[in-house]
Every structure is written in structure tokens, then in C-alpha cells.
């Protein structure tokens, strides 16, 4: 009795491969091949599945990444809305940072001093930059990342026709990449944590940070890894503020007011 409800129960599955139906027609057989391929798909997909979390299992690793702000570069609308708050960062004393002006930007400010509504800050914008910005804290950058020595040139060639605001990403990335390839250490250090098995935690450092107004900008530069920042906030962040010379300039006048 239990082998008739055997054979009853083959006879309603059917044939499971084309070996096990050699009279089958060829609608059954391509059928019944496309059923092997699925299966076998299948269970390629689980075993690979079943890889992954062994691999994830057994060694964990987090990314971390120190911010130590020492190049800053400015994009255009910096200029235009904030141009004292970067005269600030300059100027501020025993300040760490340099401006790391990309050419791009330059043209920009170029272009910008023909329209009326911001063409004055346009222009006070270039004459400050080519000007040396008042101090040894302001360089030109190349979408390479090269940085100039010279503020004889003021444009460059866009061999692949990207748009401004990538060029602006690329000059920050690529002067984040040679800044790390010109020192002696890596900026990268992986350490596996205490307690934690084989749980690793990769540590890098990022001497340059984007600042810019343009949430979509700052949007592409996090996705690089990359630092961004308005530059408001950098500047409450540094403890900085546009006021600070003047506000040291008078106290420093009316203390000379009351010797006298």
C-alpha cells in the first residue's frame, strides 16, 4: 500500500529533469530543462548568500574619518554672499588654513563681474584673490589639484567638458590626493578593536574641506568622503566671525584713547 501511494504521488509530480522523461515531447523537455537551470540558479545564489555572511561574520569593518581642516576651498558663491568671512579665515591670527582657490571659480567671478546685481562683489572678490588676499593664505588650484604659484592665470582648459560644479569636486579631490601622496605616511590606518574579535576599524584623515552653499555639491562631496561645509558654518565652527578684526581694532583704540 505505501508503494502505490508512492508511484501515485510520482505520477501527479511528474518528471522533476529531462533524464527522468526520455518519451517526453519537446514543449515538455525544453520545459523541464528550463526547470533545471532555475534550480541550479538557485542554489548558486544561496551559496553565495550563505558566503557573504560567513565573510561578514567573521571580519567586520567600520570606516572612520578625522577632520583636521587645513586646505579650505571656496566656491563661488562664497565670494559672492560671504566674501568677509573668508577675508576673516585669512586674516584671522595664527589661523591654520589656507585658501585653496580653484580656477573655475575664477572664471566664474570673471564672467559675474559684467552683471549688475553682483558684479561689485565679483570684482572686489578677484582683486582681493589676485591681490594675494591680504596675506600668504590664499593659492590658485587647478582641477588636477596642482596648486600655482603664480596668479598670472586665471583659467583652464576643460579637456572633458565637465560642468563647473564638478570641477570644483575635482579640485578639491585631487588636491586631497596629492597631499596624501606627497607624505611620508599614509593617511589611512586600520586597527582591529579590542574585545571586538576581528572587528577592524579603518581610520583616515582629511586635510581638505569643500565649502560651498550648494546642497547638491556638498551632497557629491560626502559621497566622495569628502569634508563639506557653508562656510557660515565653518566659520562658528573655527570660532571665527567677519567681526573680529574690527571689534580687536577698536578696543585696541579706545585703550590708546584713554592713555593719553
Given at each position: 500500500q505505501a508503494e502505490d501511494s508512492e508511484d501515485e504521488e510520482s505520477s501527479r509530480s511528474g518528471p522533476s529533469s529531462v533524464?527522468?522523461?526520455p518519451d517526453a515531447d519537446e514543449a515538455t523537455r525544453r520545459l523541464l530543462r528550463r526547470?533545471?537551470?532555475?534550480?541550479?540558479?538557485?542554489?548558486t545564489l544561496e551559496r553565495q548568500r550563505q558566503r557573504v555572511q560567513e565573510i561578514l561574520r567573521s571580519d567586520s569593518t567600520s570606516m572612520e574619518v578625522e577632520v583636521r581642516p587645513r586646505w579650505l576651498v571656496p566656491d563661488t558663491n562664497c565670494f559672492i554672499d560671504h566674501l568677509p568671512l573668508l577675508q576673516a579665515v585669512v586674516a584671522a591670527p595664527s589661523?591654520?588654513?589656507?585658501?585653496?582657490?580653484?580656477?573655475v571659480v575664477m572664471s566664474?567671478?570673471?564672467g559675474l563681474k559684467k552683471c549688475g546685481r553682483v558684479g561689485g562683489m565679483a570684482g572686489a572678490a578677484l582683486a582681493w584673490v589676485c591681490a594675494g588676499g591680504g596675506a600668504a593664505g590664499v593659492r590658485l588650484a587647478t582641477s588636477r589639484g596642482s596648486l600655482l604659484s603664480s596668479r598670472a592665470f586665471t583659467a583652464e582648459r576643460d579637456a572633458d567638458r565637465a560642468t563647473n560644479d564638478d570641477r570644483v569636486l575635482s579640485t578639491a579631490l585631487n588636491l586631497h590626493a596629492n597631499l596624501v601622496a606627497a607624505q611620508p605616511h599614509p593617511d589611512t590606518e586600520t586597527k582591529s578593536e579590542e574585545g571586538n574579535?576581528?572587528?577592524k576599524t579603518n581610520r583616515s584623515v582629511r586635510e581638505v574641506v569643500l565649502l560651498?552653499?550648494?546642497r547638491n555639491l556638498r551632497v557629491k562631496a560626502l559621497a566622495a568622503e569628502l569634508p563639506t561645509r557653508d562656510l557660515p558654518s565653518f566659520v562658528q565652527w573655527a570660532g571665527l566671525s567677519a567681526g573680529n578684526d574690527k571689534k580687536s581694532l577698536s578696543t585696541t583704540d579706545e585703550?590708546?584713547?584713554?592713555?593719553?
Open positions: 533524464s527522468e522523461a526547470k533545471e537551470q532555475l534550480e541550479n540558479r538557485k542554489a589661523q591654520p588654513y589656507t585658501l585653496a582657490v580653484p580656477l566664474e567671478l570673471e574579535g576581528d572587528s560651498t552653499d550648494d585703550a590708546t584713547s584713554e592713555r593719553k
